[in-house]
């Protein structure tokens, strides 16, 4: 076997690697979080109410 072949397995071992590893943290996050929290835009309207209060200004208008 020359070098290549040794980079091919090692490619393939990483691959299955990372992999396991996506599985392995779709799991957790799947037993730790309810579906409701995931599929929630939490993040999103904290976004929004931040780019609001940067467009009011100090002194409240728009």
């Known amino acids: 076997m020359d070098t ?25 996050i799947d037993t730790t979080y309810s579906e409701e929290m995931l599929t929630s835009s939490r993040e999103g309207v904290l976004e929004a109410m931040t780019e609001k209060h940067k467009l009011e200004g100090s002194d409240g208008t728009v």
Do not use: P, R, T
């Open 4 to 28: 290549w072949n040794y980079i091919e397995y090692g490619a393939w071992a990483l691959s299955a690697l990372f992999g396991l590893l996506i599985v392995i943290d779709w799991i957790k």
